[in-house]
């Protein structure tokens, strides 16, 4: 067995037949159909069931091409980072951001390090915490921004700041940035919340059944645009970033307080994938998006927890 072999295999599944896979590599069938034959040899077992419409992995098939995805992926990745360890910052990052900073991040890493580097592609992923956090962990993305209501650093983990968030309400409540609002207000007022999947939502729950409170979760909603419309018109109280809703407090169409006894408190952590060796372009945009984000805090974009 060997590298071309293995390249021919996936390509052959992808397609689905020789001809396909013979105009795709540019060789001539015979050959593919010859690399074919000893792969089944060497593992005296057929890989791909021969039909009418072309060729089908058997199940001794699919759990090759399964082992060999990696395989191939890891050794192109070898070979980038091969060739750019002399030469320019080069290759693909998939860099995963919760929709909270997706706008603003995805602007400055435009401006800023993409035309610094224009040999890196990025694919920029939106999302919440928890399936972002999940997609780093399964390495489907390379550096990942997520939310966590603990800060645990790790080799692949690094806390870059904590912020209090905000129980943001319409502005007849009159909430103010410097007058904390107890726990015990929760109990007064519908709430819109994420659904149970977020460990923020199970959090706050704990902490009302520890005080003996239920809370009145009217809405489920993810969508921070969602939960800032149900604030603005007095239909639910959310909990926001001070980032989010800067704006809409300035021009008094929603008003905010923290939250005190306990505060909530959530940490940002960057990642990178812990699947996979880093490359040398996922570790510097790893590095830009911290500065980045130090860039945020110091112009006082979150409330900072103590």
């Known amino acids: 067995m060997d590298l071309r072999q293995l390249q021919t295999l996936l390509v052959v599944a992808e397609v689905g037949s020789l001809k396909k896979a013979s105009e795709r590599l540019r060789i001539v069938e015979t050959a593919l159909s010859r690399q074919i034959r000893l792969l089944e040899a060497e593992f005296r077992t057929p890989l791909f069931r021969r039909h009418g419409r072309g060729l089908t992995p058997t199940e001794a098939g699919r759990h090759l091409i399964e082992r060999a995805q990696p395989i191939l992926a890891s050794l192109d990745q070898l070979k980038a980072e091969m060739q750019s360890s002399h030469e320019a910052i080069a290759g693909k990052v998939a860099v995963g951001i919760p929709w909270l900073l997706l706008d603003t991040l995805s602007t400055r890493l435009a401006t800023g390090f993409m035309p610094r580097h224009p040999a890196v592609n990025i694919r920029l992923v939106g999302g919440v915490s928890t399936q972002l956090q999940r997609m780093l962990q399964a390495g489907d993305l390379d550096v990942a921004l997520f939310f966590d209501r603990k800060a645990t650093p790790g080799p692949p983990l690094r806390p870059l700041f904590s912020e209090r968030l905000l129980l943001a309400g319409d502005r007849s ?47 489920e909603v993810g969508a921070l645009q969602a939960l800032r419309t149900l604030a603005a018109n007095g239909l639910a109280h959310v909990f926001v970033s001070l980032h989010a809703v800067r704006a809409d407090l300035e021009s008094g169409k929603l008003s905010a307080a923290p939250i005190d006894d306990p ?23 790893a590095d830009v998006l911290g500065e980045e984000i130090a860039a945020m805090v110091s112009a006082s974009s979150f409330l900072i927890a103590d």
């Open 173 to 219: 409540r009159d909430y103010r940035l410097d007058r904390p609002l107890p726990f015990s207000h929760l109990a007064d007022v519908s709430l819109a919340l994420p659904d149970t999947s977020e460990s923020f939502r199970r959090h706050l729950e704990a902490l009302a059944r520890e005080r003996g409170m239920s809370l009145d979760v009217r809405f």
């Open 263 to 285: 505060p909530i408190v959530r940490t940002l952590m960057l990642g990178l994938s812990g699947d996979r060796r880093p490359s040398r372009a996922a570790r510097h945009l």
